[in-house]
C-alpha cells in the first residue's frame, strides 16, 4: 500500500496565500501520477490539477490562474501552491495517486490522503 499524507492546510484572508504538500509513502512503484482534488460542504469533489513523472502539470481552466502544480519526485511530493484565494476555495483538498491520468480524472485514483481543510475568511 501507499500512504498520502497531505498538509499546509489552514484559515486565511481572502486574496491570501496557501501551499499544500502531499507526501507518499510506501510501495511507490505504481504511484506515478499524483494530483489534488478538492470537495466544499454539499458540492460534489471536483479535480484540481495532477502532476506526472517530470512532465508538465495539468490542471482545469478554473484554476489554472491562480493555482500552480509542483513536484519532487526525489522526495514523492507533490505541492498545490494556492494565491489569490477566495472563500468559494474553501473545501477539503484531498491528494490522489494512480497510474493514469484518465483514471484519476474519472475517479478511479489507487490512492487517497486524509485530506486538509483550507478556509478562505471574506
Known amino acids: 500500500q501507499v500512504q498520502l499524507v497531505e498538509s499546509g492546510g489552514g484559515l486565511v484572508q481572502a486574496g491570501g496565500s496557501l501551499r499544500l504538500s502531499c507526501t507518499a509513502s510506501?510501495?511507490?512503484?505504481?504511484?506515478?501520477?499524483m494530483g489534488w482534488f478538492r470537495q466544499a460542504p454539499g458540492k460534489e469533489r471536483e479535480f484540481v490539477g495532477a502532476?506526472?513523472?517530470?512532465?508538465?502539470?495539468f490542471y482545469v481552466d478554473s484554476v489554472e490562474r491562480r493555482f500552480t502544480i509542483s513536484r519532487d519526485n526525489t522526495k514523492n511530493t507533490v505541492y498545490l501552491q494556492m494565491i489569490s484565494l477566495n472563500p468559494e476555495d474553501t473545501a477539503v483538498y484531498y491528494c490522489?495517486?494512480?497510474?493514469?491520468?484518465?483514471?484519476?480524472?474519472?475517479?478511479?485514483?489507487?490512492?487517497w490522503g486524509q485530506g486538509t481543510q483550507v478556509t478562505v475568511s471574506s
Open positions: 490522489a495517486a494512480a497510474q493514469r491520468l484518465s483514471a484519476m480524472r474519472g475517479g478511479l485514483s489507487d490512492y
Open positions: 510506501g510501495r511507490t512503484r505504481s504511484t506515478y501520477v
Open positions: 502532476s506526472w513523472g517530470s512532465g508538465m502539470p
